[in-house]
């Protein structure tokens, strides 16, 4: 599986693209602000055509360039739809399938309304959780939110990579083991 992400915007929020390899389809995942030149760039380099788009929540600096994109309309939680004022498909739970790709979109509810958690496993068996501005390395979008990611947390192993919605990636175990707003939760 291709991953490239890049930041953009005055916030730096992270945008990825996801494909099963280049040259094909890709699934991009919070097109925020200013992401046109970069995106551009990174489809280019890797030869790949958006098919999709997803947004972990409804927040600008996560999907203000998505209706300037010819990719269709942004798969958003209906709860966050009050949100965004472009063109939006309602992102519900489950097993869904973009680019080829099998996501497993889990609502995790606390930074947003419609907060939600995207998973994918590769064809050679390590997966990523793209987390938004829920979880971050070393920290969480909401201090308040503990008790729901641990439910959330617990459906993931350790060698998970996490990637955020801004800042670097991590991964479950270290999160576990190293967040100080997990600390004490068991998650």
């Known amino acids: 599986m291709l991953v490239v992400g890049f930041g953009s915007g005055p916030l730096q929020a992270n945008c990825y693209l996801l494909a099963e390899a280049a040259g094909g389809p890709c699934l991009v995942v919070d097109p925020g602000q200013d992401v046109a030149a970069p995106l551009a760039a990174a489809l280019a380099e890797h030869r790949l055509v958006p098919a999709a788009l997803v947004a972990t929540h409804g927040h600008p600096d996560h999907v203000a360039s ?51 958690v995207l998973s994918i496993t590769s064809a ?28 959330l947390l617990a459906g993931f192993p350790d060698d998970t990579v996490v990637l955020p919605g801004h800042g670097p990636a991590t991964t479950i175990g270290r999160e576990r083991a190293g967040n100080p707003f997990l600390a004490g939760t068991g998650a």
């Open 66 to 116: 998505a209706a300037s994109l010819a990719a269709g309309p942004l798969h958003l939680h209906p709860a966050d739809a009050s949100l965004y004022d472009g063109e939006s498909v309602q992102l519900e739970e489950g097993t869904q399938r973009f680019a080829g790709l099998d996501v497993d979109v889990r609502h995790a509810p606390g930074h947003t309304p419609g907060s939600v």
């Open 124 to 151: 050679e068996g390590g997966r990523i959780a793209l987390t938004g501005d829920t979880l971050f390395a070393g920290s969480v979008g909401r201090g308040d939110v503990t008790a729901s990611l641990r439910g």
